[in-house]
């Protein structure tokens, strides 16, 4: 993103009294892989400018020094097309002239998990080594706003400087401050006050350089003291080397006495700067004081989020923890799960995930978390599998992907003998098929050509296939399971009758049957350890699910902690008593892909025209109830009157789901979006008034107010994002991909100490038609492009989900519990893994990470609380290694974790 006007910072500066400013010149280019143009387009760009770089250093001594912007996925992509220069890049890397990482590639740091951050970074460490080794510098300079473990994350890298730019509040009036994480760890970082691109374009002309600096100095006055150093980023996106860069630095040089200026790199730069008298932040920047956050990006095309975490979610907590913990360590999937993280970290870049890019780039980048998805989903099956082949014991065993005991809601397929129980809820039967029937040839062969392997269905497996002869003809027998099997000789059975029928056609053919009688039920599973498995055992269900009421007067979901009731007038629901969750309230966006501006002549849709309440599943397990509303929103903003035009008719169906012993809903929103340039929210009351909000955030909680500091270029709106979950006045959202929300209705509280909140508003969808706009309410300068776009109107099938809950409940647990469900592998027995167990205890801390590095189990654990914890592991032993892998000490059974921290477990075989 190209670096906004710079900031009207203070008074004109003092070059009197012989002080010699230095200047640092940093020459480097920000390279946006994929934006308003799609990758392979800036990849011909890209080896363009890297051919002239490669040319003008080597030719070239006054030439110094390079930034490769921070990333090395641009080299990759170089070097993907130019093989060749490789040597020619280590070369320059070694020499300290060209600089390369420490990131893979520059991303959005809020709209990504956590593990996806650290991953990105260990990633490109590991690659930089190949060039002698990565820039020893936190480099941020366009990310919109900062997480507030950051510094930590750099920290545990070994990086003690960092480079930013967005999101530095008003409180630092300095180009540097001091900046710390949540648990007290701390970077020096540079702050970039007019961006990444204030020495742009500088003037070939030595005399027009030094006006230009004198005119620099002047207008950032205010953030320099006397002598302070200045330093001068020499490009921008895209930009190519200015050719004439060092010779025109020693003619200003030699010009005059003010400045003294080195073409230099930032580790050099920084290394000669001091921490001493400087201001601390702590926490997260998110300010747009002096440059834009751009914070609409978290609800621009809602799909990619959704894309996102179901990608990291497949990755991070089904396919590394259980192929870690349940296959062999010789066969750790090092290479998928390799390819399936390239792909997410190349999608968590700023503009592939904020998708304020052209259609072409966000089409790409749906892929891309398909393909990595797919990868996930397939290592999780084989990791189920292998539980299933190493069981004891014949039937459904249940796999717990979290760290945390737990039970929960199982769907599983079990013979069908005798009663059911009163503590299951049978979804459908299907009766046995025991018997033969004889056929000709021709039928056969038609029957069994339509079976692609083992599966019959989703429900129905050949388990057993057999082939006899006898002189009265052929008998074929088939053994149905609900479960598939491994090594059933399917094909090959086919292939010897297809050749017996092919020289006898004539042959009588017996086809037999045997499938017992089975049922499909859902259940609620017993507890299962963390990292463990348990042989399928129905709970007896000490809360059941009641559906009760009409669908003319209302319908009430209750398991006795929670009644969910549906208002057939309004469409609404209440949670024990609290009315009006779920008000979907609709209103025009005349903004970009990265903000929201409302229209000047705004038309707000809250109530729907009619509602129709559908009664679905009644218990005991889970009951179910669907809100059918139908609205007439505006079907777009007109440019000319800048108001919300036209009309259409929307069918919107709301989904509510309880379980039984659970205490949070499940609320699923489904509807074809026909409207353009609109925003819809769904409204959330509290329970009780709230001044603040909790958000999970990389490896924390971020507490939030109810305001958000900005300025007339960027109004300072109090959207805020969120990981999966958030809390405010009692009440615990944990979403999908539904990253924005906002605390409304704010009044004075009933005490008088301030301004409070009385409800949440969740974002499900936000269309827009432009890329970036000019002239908007809440942003009037571009933020990029102005190219009309289709995509994020997101015309079509919109689909989200979220649960609420107004009790006391964890919500890192909470989240567990909604987005990674228990997991259900069929067995056939004949292992040696016993009915119930663990295969790694995880105490006192939240786990991010399970996986294996160089043969070794590695686990990544964060604290999220105020205090500290003791982190048990049982029965282990290992060492606490940072982020590049380097021990930092020994552990035995256990080690203590500070507040807010980060650690990094490398356990012994």
Request: net charge negative; aromatic share 6%.
């Given at each position: 993103?190209?670096?906004?006007?710079?900031?009207q910072a203070?008074?004109?500066?003092?070059?009197?009294?012989?002080?010699?400013?230095?200047?640092?010149?940093v020459?480097?280019?920000?390279?946006?892989?994929?934006?308003?143009?799609?990758?392979?387009?800036?990849r011909?760009?890209?080896?363009?400018?890297v051919?002239?770089?490669?040319?003008?250093?080597?030719?070239?001594?006054?030439?110094?020094?390079?930034?490769?912007?921070?990333?090395?996925?641009?080299?990759?992509?170089?070097?993907?097309?130019?093989?060749?220069?490789?040597p020619?890049?280590?070369?320059?890397?070694?020499a300290?002239?060209?600089?390369?990482?420490?990131?893979?590639?520059?991303?959005?740091?809020?709209?990504?998990?956590?593990?996806?951050?650290?991953?990105?970074?260990?990633?490109?460490?590991?690659r930089?080594?190949?060039f002698?080794?990565?820039?020893?510098?936190?480099?941020?300079?366009?990310?919109?706003?900062?997480?507030?473990?950051?510094?930590?994350?750099?920290?545990?890298?070994?990086?003690?400087?960092?480079v930013?730019?967005?999101?530095?509040?008003?409180?630092?009036?300095?180009?540097?401050?001091?900046?710390?994480?949540?648990?007290?760890?701390?970077v020096?970082?540079?702050y970039?006050?007019?961006?990444?691109?204030n020495?742009?374009a500088?003037?070939?002309?030595?005399?027009?350089?030094?006006?230009?600096?004198?005119?620099?100095?002047?207008?950032?006055?205010?953030?320099?003291?006397?002598?302070?150093?200045?330093?001068?980023?020499?490009?921008?996106?895209?930009?190519?080397?200015?050719?004439?860069?060092?010779?025109?630095?020693?003619?200003?040089?030699?010009?005059?006495?003010?400045?003294?200026?080195?073409?230099?790199?930032?580790?050099?730069?920084?290394?000669?700067?001091?921490?001493?008298?400087?201001?601390?932040?702590?926490?997260?920047?998110?300010?747009?004081?002096?440059?834009?956050?751009?914070?609409?990006v978290?609800?621009?095309?809602?799909?990619?989020?959704?894309?996102?975490?179901r990608?990291?979610?497949?990755?991070?907590?089904?396919?590394?923890?259980?192929?870690?913990?349940?296959?062999?360590?010789?066969?750790?999937?090092?290479?998928?799960?390799?390819?399936?993280?390239?792909?997410?970290?190349?999608?968590?870049?700023?503009?592939?995930?904020?998708?304020?890019?052209?259609?072409?780039?966000?089409?790409?980048?749906?892929?891309?978390?398909?393909?990595?998805?797919?990868?996930?989903?397939?290592?999780?099956?084989?990791?189920?599998?292998?539980?299933?082949?190493?069981?004891a014991?014949?039937?459904?065993?249940?796999?717990?992907?979290?760290?945390?005991?737990?039970?929960?809601?199982?769907d599983?397929?079990?013979?069908?003998?005798?009663?059911?129980?009163?503590?299951?809820?049978?979804?459908?039967?299907?009766s046995?098929m025991?018997g033969t029937?004889?056929?000709?040839?021709?039928?056969?062969?038609?029957?069994?050509?339509?079976?692609?392997?083992?599966?019959?269905?989703?429900?129905?497996?050949?388990?057993?296939?057999?082939l006899t002869?006898?002189?009265?003809?052929?008998?074929?027998?088939?053994?149905?399971?609900?479960?598939?099997r491994?090594?059933?000789?399917?094909?090959?059975?086919?292939?010897?009758?297809?050749?017996?029928?092919?020289?006898?056609?004539?042959?009588?053919?017996?086809?037999?049957?045997?499938?017992?009688?089975?049922r499909?039920?859902?259940?609620?599973?017993?507890?299962?350890?963390?990292?463990?498995w348990?042989?399928f055992?129905?709970?007896?269900?000490?809360?059941?699910?009641r559906?009760?009421?009409?669908?003319?007067?209302?319908?009430?979901?209750?398991?006795?902690?929670?009644?969910v009731?549906?208002?057939?007038?309004t469409?609404?629901?209440?949670?024990?008593g609290?009315?009006?969750?779920g008000r979907?309230?609709?209103?025009?966006?005349?903004?970009?892909?990265?903000?929201?501006?409302?229209?000047?002549?705004?038309?707000?849709?809250?109530?729907?025209?009619?509602?129709?309440l559908?009664?679905?599943?009644?218990?005991?397990?889970?009951?179910?109830?669907?809100?059918?509303?139908?609205?007439?929103?505006?079907?777009?903003?007109?440019?000319?009157?800048?108001?919300?035009?036209?009309?259409?008719?929307?069918?919107?169906?709301?989904s509510?789901?309880?379980?039984?012993?659970?205490?949070?809903v499940r609320?699923?929103?489904?509807?074809?979006?026909?409207?353009?340039?609109?925003?819809?929210?769904?409204?959330?009351?509290?329970?009780?008034?709230?001044?603040?909000?909790?958000?999970?955030?990389?490896?924390?909680?971020?507490?939030?107010?109810?305001?958000?500091?900005?300025r007339?270029?960027?109004?300072?709106?109090?959207?805020?994002?969120?990981?999966?979950?958030?809390?405010?006045?009692?009440?615990?959202?944990?979403?999908?991909?539904?990253?924005?929300?906002?605390?409304?209705?704010?009044?004075?509280?009933a005490?008088?100490?301030?301004?409070?909140?009385?409800?949440?508003?969740?974002t499900?969808?936000?269309?827009?038609?432009?890329?970036?706009?000019?002239?908007?309410?809440?942003?009037?300068?571009?933020?990029?492009?102005?190219?009309?776009?289709?995509?994020?109107q997101?015309?079509?099938?919109?689909?989200?989900?979220?649960?609420?809950?107004?009790?006391?409940?964890?919500?890192?647990?909470?989240?567990?519990?909604?987005?990674?469900?228990?997991?259900?592998?069929?067995?056939?027995?004949?292992?040696?893994?016993?009915?119930?167990?663990?295969?790694?205890?995880?105490?006192?801390?939240?786990?991010?990470?399970?996986?294996?590095?160089?043969g070794?189990?590695?686990?990544?654990?964060?604290?999220?609380?105020?205090?500290?914890?003791?982190?048990?592991?049982?029965?282990?032993?290992?060492?606490?290694?940072?982020?590049?892998?380097?021990?930092?000490?020994?552990?035995?059974?256990?080690f203590?974790?500070?507040?807010?921290?980060i650690?990094?477990?490398?356990?012994?075989?």
């Amino acid at each position: 993103m190209s670096p906004q006007p710079p900031a009207q910072a203070g008074g004109p500066g003092d070059r009197t009294g012989g002080t010699r400013r230095s200047i640092a010149v940093v020459p480097h280019t920000h390279w946006d892989r994929e934006w308003y143009a799609p990758f392979q387009t800036y990849r011909l760009k890209l080896v363009r400018l890297v051919d002239e770089l490669l040319d003008l250093m080597e030719s070239d001594t006054l030439y110094g020094h390079f930034l490769l912007d921070g990333q090395l996925a641009v080299v990759d992509d170089y070097l993907e097309i130019r093989p060749e220069n490789e040597p020619r890049l280590r070369a320059l890397a070694a020499a300290g002239r060209l600089t390369v990482g420490p990131w893979y590639i520059l991303m959005d740091e809020f709209l990504v998990s956590g593990e996806t951050i650290v991953r990105n970074l260990q990633q490109g460490i590991l690659r930089g080594s190949a060039f002698g080794g990565v820039m020893e510098v936190g480099y941020l300079p366009d990310m919109f706003g900062h997480v507030a473990q950051m510094p930590q994350i750099l920290d545990q890298a070994g990086l003690a400087h960092a480079v930013v730019w967005r999101g530095v509040p008003s409180a630092v009036d300095r180009t540097a401050f001091v900046w710390r994480a949540p648990d007290g760890s701390s970077v020096r970082a540079e702050y970039l006050v007019a961006g990444y691109g204030n020495g742009a374009a500088l003037p070939e002309d030595a005399k027009q350089l030094v006006r230009r600096l004198g005119s620099m100095e002047d207008e950032f006055a205010s953030f320099l003291r006397p002598g302070e150093p200045m330093l001068l980023m020499n490009g921008s996106d895209h930009l190519r080397p200015q050719p004439w860069l060092g010779r025109v630095v020693a003619e200003a040089n030699a010009l005059q006495d003010d400045f003294d200026l080195a073409v230099t790199s930032l580790s050099e730069y920084l290394a000669s700067t001091s921490s001493d008298g400087l201001v601390e932040w702590r926490g997260e920047l998110r300010s747009g004081v002096r440059s834009n956050v751009l914070m609409g990006v978290a609800s621009n095309r809602v799909d990619v989020k959704q894309a996102a975490a179901r990608a990291e979610r497949s990755l991070e907590q089904l396919a590394e923890p259980l192929s870690a913990l349940f296959v062999p360590a010789e066969r750790w999937p090092a290479p998928f799960l390799d390819l399936a993280w390239t792909l997410v970290i190349r999608n968590s870049a700023h503009d592939s995930i904020c998708a304020c890019s052209a259609d072409d780039v966000v089409d790409a980048v749906l892929h891309r978390y398909a393909e990595a998805r797919h990868v996930g989903e397939g290592l999780t099956e084989q990791a189920l599998a292998a539980v299933g082949r190493s069981m004891a014991a014949p039937g459904p065993v249940v796999v717990n992907p979290s760290s945390h005991g737990r039970g929960g809601l199982v769907d599983v397929i079990v013979p069908a003998i005798g009663d059911p129980g009163p503590d299951v809820q049978v979804l459908s039967e299907r009766s046995g098929m025991p018997g033969t029937l004889t056929l000709d040839g021709e039928t056969v062969r038609n029957m069994l050509g339509l079976l692609q392997g083992s599966r019959i269905d989703d429900e129905a497996y050949i388990t057993d296939v057999s082939l006899t002869e006898d002189e009265t003809g052929l008998d074929v027998t088939l053994v149905i399971g609900p479960e598939p099997r491994e090594g059933v000789p399917v094909e090959e059975v086919k292939r010897e009758l297809f050749t017996i029928l092919t020289a006898r056609p004539e042959t009588e053919v017996r086809l037999i049957v045997d499938q017992p009688p089975v049922r499909r039920l859902l259940a609620r599973q017993e507890p299962v350890p963390g990292f463990g498995w348990s042989r399928f055992d129905p709970a007896a269900l000490a809360h059941p699910v009641r559906l009760e009421g009409d669908e003319g007067t209302g319908l009430t979901l209750a398991n006795g902690l929670l009644t969910v009731a549906v208002d057939p007038a309004t469409g609404t629901f209440a949670l024990d008593g609290i009315r009006g969750f779920g008000r979907l309230v609709d209103g025009g966006d005349h903004g970009d892909t990265y903000n929201y501006s409302p229209p000047s002549r705004d038309t707000v849709v809250d109530t729907p025209t009619s509602v129709v309440l559908v009664a679905g599943e009644r218990g005991p397990v889970r009951g179910t109830v669907d809100i059918v509303s139908t609205y007439g929103w505006p079907e777009f903003v007109d440019g000319a009157t800048h108001a919300r035009s036209g009309s259409c008719e929307v069918t919107v169906t709301t989904s509510l789901e309880l379980r039984a012993d659970e205490s949070a809903v499940r609320v699923r929103t489904r509807f074809v979006n026909p409207s353009r340039d609109h925003r819809l929210r769904v409204h959330l009351p509290l329970p009780a008034p709230a001044a603040t909000s909790r958000a999970e955030c990389a490896f924390t909680v971020v507490e939030r107010g109810l305001v958000a500091e900005g300025r007339d270029e960027e109004f300072g709106l109090p959207t805020f994002p969120s990981r999966r979950f958030v809390s405010a006045g009692g009440l615990t959202v944990v979403h999908e991909g539904l990253l924005e929300y906002e605390l409304v209705d704010v009044d004075e509280s009933a005490d008088g100490s301030g301004p409070v909140a009385s409800t949440l508003a969740l974002t499900l969808l936000r269309a827009t038609g432009m890329l970036s706009r000019v002239g908007m309410t809440m942003r009037p300068l571009p933020a990029g492009p102005m190219d009309a776009l289709d995509g994020p109107q997101m015309l079509g099938p919109v689909d989200v989900r979220y649960a609420l809950c107004v009790s006391d409940a964890d919500p890192y647990d909470l989240a567990a519990d909604v987005l990674v469900p228990l997991l259900v592998s069929g067995s056939f027995g004949g292992g040696d893994r016993p009915g119930r167990g663990t295969e790694l205890t995880v105490e006192g801390a939240r786990v991010s990470s399970v996986r294996r590095r160089s043969g070794a189990l590695e686990v990544r654990v964060f604290n999220p609380t105020d205090a500290a914890t003791t982190v048990a592991l049982a029965g282990l032993s290992g060492w606490l290694v940072d982020l590049r892998g380097r021990p930092v000490s020994p552990f035995e059974g256990a080690f203590t974790l500070r507040p807010h921290g980060i650690a990094t477990a490398r356990l012994d075989a």
